[in-house]
Nanobody, 125 residues
Framework: QVQLVESGGGLVQAGDSLRLSCAAS????????MGWFRQAPGKEREFVGA????????FFRDSAKGRFTISRDNAKNTVYLQMNSLKPEDTDVYYC??????????????????WGQGTQVTVSS
């Protein structure tokens, strides 16, 4: 059983940057591709981006390309989502996720094995 704990969310202004972290415990972190998702109240959870098991490849939704990056430190069992040039429409609860598939398949709905509890990101205009 893998536990995922996100941190780093908060209230920022448009144009600011924020880095989310997701610390994993209880399993073999490097066995999983890691993804980031977002969800607004009453809406479906949406894919943001994902990184492969050893960090060699990433995949992002179109709105995140060029602004967001994902990295991971397998020695620290942690994955990061660096968000730059934030916009009010980036406001959501952000979740990290662990899955056995590859980032491009996670984008199109490959199964997720574990979810974090989420961290709120609010971008004011």
């Amino acid at each position: 059983q893998v536990q995922l704990v996100e941190s780093g969310g908060g209230l920022v202004q448009a144009g600011d940057s924020l880095r989310l972290s997701c610390a994993a415990s209880g399993g073999t972190f490097s066995s999983y591709a890691m993804g980031w998702f977002r969800q607004a109240p009453g809406k479906e959870r949406e894919f943001v981006g994902a990184i492969s098991r050893i960090g060699g490849s990433t995949f992002f939704r179109d709105s995140a390309k060029g602004r967001f990056t994902i990295s991971r430190d397998n020695a620290k069992n942690t994955v990061y989502l660096q968000m730059n040039s934030l916009k009010p429409e980036d406001t959501d609860v952000y979740y990290c996720a662990a899955g056995r598939s590859v980032p491009s398949r996670i984008h199109v709905g490959a199964p997720i094995n574990y979810w974090g509890q989420g961290t709120q990101v609010t971008v004011s205009s």
